[in-house]
């Protein structure tokens, strides 16, 4: 029970319910900030290149394997109100840039464990927001500053190595030149180039699927999009080359009544008449589809046992209930048209394709839809030995593909290895000379964050961090603009001749969402938890309410 710090008429004036917890001032900021800091250390451990693997086991007992900051912190499952923000900051990254999440969340938990050592020497945390904000503001400008533009149409080596970089810290490391040739070629394929020169693309046009057998080294690039259907009817060919596909977002089934009804039939003669009108309906939609010349048939839903068969007679292909999502990807691929109304279809809908082939992959049939000419969306198709190493690929593929994305609407890139933050912090702590009074101090402390980058990445290497912090230091000082730290050789060399990149706008959102917590964070001095609202006391007898423990059966109330 929480109470005033006065009393009014020496009677306790109650606030807060009974339970409720509340903590002020310098112990809810110090509660807060530990909290956010044991989130960012969980992760630490994971990132870079030489970063460790995470086995996470849910409630169900389902296992995840993953070096994936976001999926980490989704699956933690974490509680504190504040150590949530840093998941946010994760999946705010994820959104926005889709890769950097570990390195967002390692800066924040820096500038947070670095705010708390300035409020321990009296400086208010208004102030300490002030400096964090002039610094990121800084930090932004010199991250542009140092920026290395590219012409897409020229050079697409800087995509590629981007790729590379996005997935040498996942799990399939073994195989990343072989992966991120086929994400390029995926998202260069699904590009729209705009009026005024610049791309347009969306990762929701690659279509990623995944089936367990074989290796990574078997994963493939589609030109077109695979659905996880077979062809409904045996009776039906299995490939057809030279396809006409038609879209239907429309059931071939006779509809049934909204509204229950009978049927009074005195004579035998009506049973045959109404099941003939029914065959006769269902051959009517069928006879529509053949006259627009269509020889393959996607159904967003049902199709009736009856109308298969008069597909089949055709020999048209015929899948059924695909996904929504597939159905707009196929559109997209094929250059056809979804049809929601079949007495409107023409063959102006109908979209090509090279061939339609049902394929057994593993276990399951697959229908493939490949050989489109100049499709806006295509297919990879992951293979992997087990289904805990194809959902890590999936996730690094995803990861590899937002990448991608940032730089053909972005075209800048950073080197890796630490070294645009090394420049970041050197740069701050020059311009934190210029700033009088403590915000100095704040400035100085988020250069300090910046530089835990590579602190971590040479602490998951297994080198001194304080050798290398140090040489990456004086080498920074001296110009050396792309100095960073090569972990596969253990040392610190020029990064851009180590083939590492990184798209600035990871980079720059990574900067404004770690920023963007921690201020949060540390604008909070007050932390009042409600208390948990407790169970009414069981009645004599069971269930409240007088139910007898639900039938009064042998027992009831007694647990």
């Keep these: 029970?929480?109470?005033?710090?006065?009393?009014?008429?020496?009677?306790?004036?109650?606030?807060?319910?009974?339970?409720?917890?509340?903590?002020?001032?310098?112990?809810?900021?110090?509660?807060?900030?530990?909290?956010?800091?044991v989130v960012a250390e969980s992760i630490k451990s994971a990132f870079g290149p030489k970063g460790m693997d995470k086995l996470l086991v849910d409630n169900f007992g389902d296992v995840t394997v993953t070096s994936d900051g976001r999926t980490i912190l989704d699956e933690m499952d974490i509680q504190h109100p504040a150590a949530k923000m840093l998941v946010e900051v994760a999946k705010t990254q994820d959104n926005e840039a889709g890769d950097g999440t570990t390195s967002a969340v390692i800066i924040a938990g820096d500038l947070l464990g670095r705010a708390e050592a300035l409020i321990d020497k009296n400086i208010h945390p208004t102030v300490i927001i002030d400096g964090y904000r002039k610094a990121s503001e800084k930090v932004l400008e010199i991250l542009e500053k140092i920026a290395l533009p590219f012409d897409l149409s020229k050079s697409k080596d800087f995509l590629e190595k981007a790729a590379v970089t996005s997935m040498a810290s996942k799990l399939v490391a073994e195989h990343k030149e072989y992966l991120s040739d086929i994400v390029v070629k995926a998202m260069l394929e699904v590009a729209d180039k705009q009026p005024d020169g610049?791309?347009?693309?969306?990762?929701?046009?690659?279509?990623?699927?995944?089936?367990?057998?074989?290796?990574?080294?078997?994963?493939?690039?589609?030109?077109?999009?695979?659905?996880?259907?077979?062809?409904?009817?045996?009776?039906?060919?299995?490939?057809v080359k030279n396809a006409k596909i038609a879209l239907i977002d429309a059931s071939l089934e006779n509809d049934k009544p909204e509204i229950d009804s009978k049927i009074n039939i005195e004579d035998p003669t009506q049973i045959s008449a109404f099941l003939k009108q029914e065959e006769d309906m269902l051959r009517d939609m069928v006879e529509k589809i053949v006259a627009t010349g269509a020889n393959v048939v996607i159904c967003q839903k049902g199709i009736d046992d009856m109308a298969q068969h008069f597909l089949a007679k055709?020999?048209?292909?015929a899948i059924r209930r695909a996904k929504k999502s597939d159905m707009e990807k196929l559109a997209r691929a094929i250059n056809g048209?979804?049809?929601?109304?079949?007495?409107?279809?023409?063959?102006?809908?109908?979209?090509?394709?090279?061939l339609?082939?049902?394929?057994?992959?593993?276990?399951?049939k697959m229908t493939f839809i490949e050989g489109c000419k100049n499709p806006k969306a295509v297919t990879i198709l992951i293979r992997g030995g087990t289904e805990r190493l194809n959902n890590e690929a999936e996730r690094s593929l995803h990861d590899a593909l937002c990448v991608i994305r940032d730089l053909i609407q972005d075209p800048k890139v950073v080197a890796g290895g630490s070294a645009p933050e090394m420049e970041m912090a050197s740069s701050l702590k020059k311009y934190a000379q210029t700033i009088p009074g403590r915000e100095q101090l704040a400035i100085l402390a988020f250069a300090e964050a910046l530089e835990s980058i590579a602190v971590t990445l040479s602490e998951n290497a297994g080198l001194s961090s304080i050798d290398i912090l140090s040489e990456l230091r004086s080498r920074h000082e001296k110009g050396e603009t792309w100095a960073g730290i090569e972990v596969n050789k253990g040392e610190v060399q020029d990064m851009t001749q180590a083939g590492v990149y990184e798209p600035v706008a990871v980079k720059r959102q990574a900067i404004k969402s770690a920023y963007e917590a921690a201020s949060l964070i540390l604008r909070i001095d007050d932390v009042i938890a409600s208390g948990k609202n407790k169970m009414p006391p069981m009645p004599p007898g069971g269930m409240p309410g007088g139910m007898g423990g639900m039938g009064g059966y042998p027992g009831a109330g007694e647990y």
């Design 1 to 37: 029970m929480s109470l005033l710090p006065t009393q009014a008429g020496g009677v306790p004036v109650l606030v807060l319910k009974e339970g409720a917890n509340r903590s002020r001032g310098r112990e809810a900021q110090h509660n807060n900030i530990t909290a956010a800091k």
């Design 337 to 354: 048209k979804i049809v929601s109304d079949l007495n409107d279809i023409s063959s102006k809908d109908l979209g090509c394709a090279a």
């Design 314 to 317: 055709k020999s048209i292909i």
């Design 356 to 364: 339609v082939e049902e394929r057994r992959i593993g276990d399951d």
């Design 198 to 239: 610049t791309y347009k693309v969306d990762v929701d046009d690659v279509k990623v699927e995944k089936k367990t057998g074989e290796s990574l080294g078997d994963t493939k690039l589609i030109n077109g999009i695979v659905i996880d259907k077979e062809i409904v009817h045996s009776g039906m060919p299995k490939h």
